[in-house]
């Protein structure tokens, strides 16, 4: 079976301060890699993507991929109590399934004052 | 990013009616359009996929009698529960995207309260 995880949390750092998420995948085969943001009642947005193995930045945000661990994180710089939302790790099938995404459970990111 | 529509963002019908929930992708055009369901504190499980033109594909134990999918255009999908019930009850979301490998957007959702 397909998966992805990710640790649900909450993960809770200070104003200012780097928040890291993980999320692993099982499927090999997976061609590409996402990450939605989604605050409580909200439907989720879209904040990375990345396709190939290394880093990717946007703003405050840096996606890591790492297809031979079969890991992607992303990391928020400077944290602000707005960036408080839980975070969902989405992979896209490669093969017969291709382009399928697949969800994590989201991390519950907490950013304090 | 590009635009997504869903319509209504929410709903409350009484047990027995039917439920259409549109989505339109307003600056792209969507091959491909996903309809997830969300229930509190869980994350989003894949309903079905919808091609423009052809049937929906629905997810293991997504009946698919219930929830009726049409993509009749390349901008326009639709979700129908049909006799809802209060288990139906739920944050449903549509998405879109103009190629496989490329990202995808989301809909602002419904949200579904069956009484």
């Known amino acids: 079976q397909k998966e992805v995880e990710q640790n649900s949390g909450p993960l809770s750092v200070p104003e200012g301060a780097i928040a890291s998420l993980n999320c692993t995948y099982s499927d090999r085969g997976s061609q590409s890699f996402f990450w939605y943001r989604q605050y409580s009642g909200k439907s989720p947005e879209l904040i990375m993507s990345i396709y190939s193995n290394g880093d990717k930045e946007d703003g405050r945000f840096t996606a890591q991929l790492n297809k031979a661990s079969q890991y992607v994180s992303l990391l928020i710089r400077d944290s602000q109590p707005s960036d408080s939302a839980t975070y969902l790790c989405?992979?896209?099938?490669?093969?017969?399934?291709?382009?399928?995404?697949?969800f994590g459970q989201g991390t519950i990111l907490t950013v304090h004052p | 990013g590009a635009v997504v529509s869903q319509h209504p963002s929410w709903v409350i019908c009484k047990s027995g009616t039917s439920v259409k929930i549109e989505c339109r992708s307003l600056?792209?055009?969507?091959?491909?359009m996903f309809w997830y369901r969300q229930f509190p504190k869980q994350s989003l499980m894949l309903m079905a996929t919808?091609?423009?033109?052809?049937?929906?594909?629905?997810e293991q134990g997504v009946e698919k009698d219930k929830f009726l999918i049409n993509h009749a255009s390349l901008t326009l999908s639709t979700l129908t529960v049909t006799s809802a019930h209060p288990e139906d009850s739920s944050f449903y979301i549509c998405?879109?995207?103009?190629?496989?490998?490329?990202?995808?957007?989301f809909g602002q959702g419904t949200r579904l309260t069956v009484v």
């Open positions: 989405a992979v896209g099938a490669g093969g017969t399934s291709y382009g399928k995404l697949t």
């Open positions: 600056d792209f055009q969507a091959t491909t």
């Open positions: 998405s879109a995207r103009e190629d496989p490998n490329t990202e995808a957007f």
């Open positions: 919808s091609n423009e033109g052809s049937k929906a594909t629905y």
